[in-house]
Each structure stands twice: as C-alpha cells, then as structure tokens.
C-alpha cells in the first residue's frame, strides 16, 4: 500500500469520537486516539483464552513515521503476543521516544513484560542477534542433523537445537504478520 492510499484511508477510518479528540498542542494526546477504542476491545483477548505457550514477535507496518538509519525508513512497531498457531492476543503499538519506559531495560524485555503480565514464563527468540538464540532454553554444544534439499540429492548439515526450535515455533507466529 503507497503512503498517500493509506492517508487517504486513516483520513475515514474513525473509531472515536471526533469531537472528544484532542489537539497534538493539548495535554494527555494519545497519537492513536482514532484507533484507541478497537485497541481498548482487543486488550480482553488473552483474558479468554489461555494457550500453553505464547510467544511475541515484533513486526514492523509500513506507514510513518520516518526511521532515518533503518533500510525500511517509513513505518511503526508493531509488537504482538500470539499462540504458536498465529492467533494474536495481546499488541502493542510502540510510539517511540514519548513513550514512558524504564531507561535501565531494554525496549524488547519491556515489551515482553508487558504482554505477558498475566504471569508465564518467556523463552525469548531473537531475529538479529548472534549471541541470542544459543542462549536460551538450549545448550548450544547440542545438534541435530537437518536435511537440506540440493538439487536432486539430500544433504545432511548439523544445526544447534536451538535454530531447530526456533524455526519450528516463529514460522507459525509469522503467520500473523
């Protein structure tokens, strides 16, 4: 979707009273205030439903604002707390550096934290980081031989448990991006 066909459309889509919203000059903005009501309904999602296990994932919509040293410079974080079959219960919206959050923490912990307030445990899987997967719940000295399809013949190549079960559990969550 190009820029100007999504302003065009957040230029119809209310959900909230337009008259009880509030100026960016004014105390108290909310940048989500159109929204903010669908968002209120969906926070009653994880209390109806309880998997055993969640996992969050971070995906990125590409809207505003503009991100200058990232290769995808328009867009928001979007983060969600989903069952590994891609059913989304909790979200949350990162609204950057006006956004009030424990400066000791990072962004990623903060935001697991939030979503599972609720209790559980986390097992936390990280995309680029190259000291993050090994360690998790495995130990990275164990491996497993994944078959890797070259052509017409099969290779067998050693892969730490931890990659397999990461694979196995964020291919799914993806689903809901």
Same mark, same amino acid.
């Given at each position: ?13 209310? !959900? ?9 000059? *004014?105390?108290?903005? /909310?940048?989500? =205030? %159109? *929204?903010?009501?669908?968002? /209120?309904? $969906? ?12 996992? *969050? /994932?971070?995906?990125? =919509?590409? !809207?505003?604002?503009? =991100?200058?040293? %990232? ?11 989903? !069952?590994?079959?891609?059913? &989304? ?12 959050? @424990? %400066?000791? $923490? ?5 935001? &697991? ?19 993050? &997967?090994?360690?998790? @719940?495995?130990?990275? %000295?164990? @491996? ?5 399809? !070259? ?13 397999? @079960?990461?694979?196995?559990? $964020?291919?799914? &969550?993806?689903?809901? /991006?």
């Amino acid at each position: 979707m190009t820029y100007r066909h999504f302003k065009k459309l957040t230029k119809y889509l209310h !959900t909230n009273d337009i008259e009880e919203e509030k100026l960016t000059t *004014v105390e108290g903005f /909310d940048v989500l =205030q %159109k *929204v903010r009501p669908v968002l /209120d309904i $969906m926070e009653h999602f994880h209390k109806k439903y309880r998997p055993g296990r969640e996992l *969050v /994932d971070g995906g990125f =919509q590409g !809207t505003s604002p503009y =991100q200058t040293n %990232k290769p995808t410079k328009w867009g928001f974080k979007v983060w969600g707390l989903a !069952t590994p079959h891609g059913y &989304v219960l909790r979200g949350n919206i990162y609204l950057g550096k006006k956004e009030i959050r @424990n %400066k000791g $923490m990072l962004l990623e912990n903060q935001v &697991v934290i939030h979503l599972l307030d609720g209790g559980g445990t986390a097992t936390v899987w990280y995309d680029n980081r190259y000291i993050c &997967v090994l360690l998790t @719940n495995s130990d990275p %000295k164990e @491996n497993v031989s994944v078959l890797r399809k !070259t052509g017409n013949e099969r290779l067998a190549i050693s892969c730490p448990v931890s990659i397999v @079960n990461y694979t196995k559990f $964020m291919a799914r &969550v993806d689903r809901a /991006d």
